[in-house]
């Protein structure tokens, strides 16, 4: 049985540039109404910089959809393995 990947907090780690993976997206509508999102989308730039709280973070996300507040990401599962002797 294969491992069931968890979920990565974003502050804890990144994933590699521009790979596709699953993001939790944890957001608030205008009206103050709590959305959450699972997404797939990729890491296309980030860049740190030391503030007086410490290390800031700040993350640029591609994809088909809109991204507000990534919270976490996770691998994507490897997609099914083509079984010739099945219709």
Known sequence: MKKIEKWVAISERLPEMEVDVLLFDDWKTSDGERRQDMKVGYLSEFTTRQTANGIAVSCEWR?????????????????????????
Do not use: R, V, Y
């Open 63 to 87: 994809g088909h959809e809109c991204f507000i507040n990534i919270t976490h990401w996770m691998p994507l599962p490897q997609p099914p393995k083509n079984d010739a002797s099945k219709p």
